[in-house]
């Protein structure tokens, strides 16, 4: 299954990086998970939260590689396929610093949207 980029931001982003994207670049698809299926999606299972992203070719963008590597290892061994994880360093962009995970995630957009992101991995 082909499908370009289009992000989901996990709990510990705040949503005002959405915001912000939305506001200056509308072409590029992002939510966050607290406005994402109304919420329901906050405090899940890893494993819920992947496949309905799958289903939905939403990129999962979170802070959480120690749960969350494992996991894509795990499926990758079992042959199961996600729409894409991008690990955001501490150290590149911490929590508090919107304007740089803003600037941070349209630089990847502009430069890896129209990839095939099932399956991949990336870090900033």
């Not at 370009?4 to 949503?15: G, K, T």
């Not at 963008?61 to 199961?80: F, H, I, N, S």
């Not at 396929?81 to 803003?102: D, M, Q, T, Y």
């Amino acid at each position: 299954m082909n499908h370009v980029l289009a992000f989901l931001l996990d709990e510990h982003i705040s949503p005002v990086v959405a915001d912000r994207l939305n506001a200056s670049r509308t072409e590029i698809p992002v939510t966050s998970l607290q406005a994402w299926h109304g919420g329901a999606f906050l405090g899940v299972d890893d494993s819920l939260l992947l496949r309905t992203a799958f289903e939905e070719r939403r990129t999962l963008v979170t802070y959480d590689k120690r749960t969350l590597w494992p996991l894509l290892q795990d499926w990758a061994e079992q042959g199961m396929h996600h729409a894409g994880v991008v690990f955001v360093s501490r150290s590149c962009c911490p929590p508090s610093n919107i304007g740089g995970l803003v600037r941070a995630l349209t630089s990847l957009w502009d430069s890896q949207s129209e990839r095939d992101w099932t399956d991949r991995a990336v870090y900033l």
